[in-house]
Nanobody, 121 residues
């Protein structure tokens, strides 16, 4: 059974940085599409970043140029580097992966439990 475990969340002030980590179990980073989602209080979940099998990266407009998704294939981890954080970045961040396919065009099949990120003004 595939599991995804996130870590690295916390409470920071606006302008600070955080790096989230995702450690998969029974899944290999770099084999399909992986992504980071967030859900802000009272809002629906949104995809903020993704990386496909070929290393192609995509970001939501709200985090473009501030967040960076990266993979450590040898260490089997996925990261989300978040710089210049803003209060509107507050939410639960969840790692996800697809079970097949090289591109991030379909739905995600595996989900972590999420890690809380809180950004104060």
């Amino acid at each position: 059974q595939v599991r995804l475990v996130e870590s690295g969340g916390g409470s920071v002030q606006a302008g600070d940085s955080l790096r989230l980590s995702c450690t998969p179990f029974r899944y290999s980073v770099g084999t399909t599409c992986m992504g980071w989602f967030r859900q802000a209080p009272g809002k629906s979940r949104e995809k903020v970043a993704s990386v496909d099998f070929y290393g192609g990266r995509a970001y939501s407009d709200s985090v473009q140029d501030r967040f960076t998704i990266s993979e450590d294939v040898a260490g089997n981890k996925l990261y989300l580097q978040m710089d210049n954080l803003k209060p509107e970045d507050t939410g639960i961040y969840t790692c996800a992966a697809t079970d097949s396919g090289h591109y991030c065009t379909g739905s995600f099949d595996y989900w972590g439990q999420g890690t809380q990120v809180t950004v104060s003004p």
